[in-house]
């Protein structure tokens, strides 16, 4: 099993739409939890960080956190080509300093 | 504040050649960590360095090795390049603290002739 899965996609919305992306995680000690956009040969952009159970809203991008389930998500609301990209989930567990596991990136597109 | 800068930005080398990529973090900045990424393998944990001290390593073979320098600058080095070594290598900031928020750098695209 991956440390950090996500559905590589593509995950296609149309302009306007909310886009859901999904990341589960399998150490239940995890601690940290981040969301990073990237475009095509550029370098990861942080997007959200959370760190405990719930939501967290950042402009038009919800994160949600459920430990328990070790589950983390992100929604993008009012979806816009320019957010047409790669979405990386990284975890960062304990005691692991600052090593992050990243899964493969789910790939988002918005068509108009 | 200028973001995490990386040099050289393209690298083409040919195999059993050496290579040395360099990382200037974000000012106050005290831990450097390295990443590489490829398309069948996406985003590895190289190391990390805080304080001129390596405090984690990934799962990677020992021609892979870095330093810090006291102004928090860090180096990663490549011994006997391989052509699977081909990769944009990434480097992230963060204040040093465990378990926050890291910031990538442009990275550096090798290629392994």
């Known amino acids: 099993q991956k440390e950090v899965e996500q559905n590589s996609g593509p995950l296609s919305v149309p302009e306007g739409a909310i886009a859901s992306l999904n990341c589960t995680y399998s150490?239940?000690?995890?601690?940290?939890f981040f969301w990073y956009r990237q475009y095509s040969g550029k370098s990861p952009e942080l997007i959200m960080s959370?760190?405990?159970?719930g939501d967290k809203e950042d402009g038009r991008f919800t994160a949600q956190l459920n430990k328990a389930s070790q589950y983390v998500s992100l929604l993008i609301r009012d979806s816009q080509p320019s957010d047409s990209a790669t979405y990386l989930c990284?975890?960062?567990?304990?005691?692991?300093?600052?090593?992050?596991?990243f899964g493969t990136g789910t790939r988002l597109q918005v068509t108009l | 504040k200028a973001g995490v800068t990386q040099t050289p930005r393209y690298l083409i080398k040919t195999r059993g050649q050496q290579v040395t990529l360099s990382c200037s973090p974000i000012?106050?900045?005290?831990?450097v960590s390295w990443y590489q990424q490829t398309p069948g393998q996406g985003l590895q944990f190289l190391f990390e360095?805080?304080?001129?001290?390596?405090?984690n390593k990934g799962n990677f073979p020992g021609r892979f090795s870095g330093r810090q320098f006291s102004n928090s600058r860090s180096e990663m080095n490549v011994s006997t390049l391989e052509l699977g070594d081909s990769a944009l290598y990434l480097c992230?900031?963060?204040?040093?603290?465990?378990?926050?928020?890291?910031?990538f750098g442009p990275g550096t695209r090798l290629l392994v002739l």
């Open positions: 150490d239940r000690g995890s601690q940290s």
């Open positions: 959370i760190y405990s159970n």
């Open positions: 992230a900031s963060s204040p040093g603290t465990r378990q926050e928020t890291q910031y």
């Open positions: 000012s106050g900045h005290r831990s």
């Open positions: 990284a975890v960062n567990g304990p005691g692991t300093a600052s090593k992050l596991t």
């Open positions: 360095y805080f304080s001129e001290t390596q405090r």
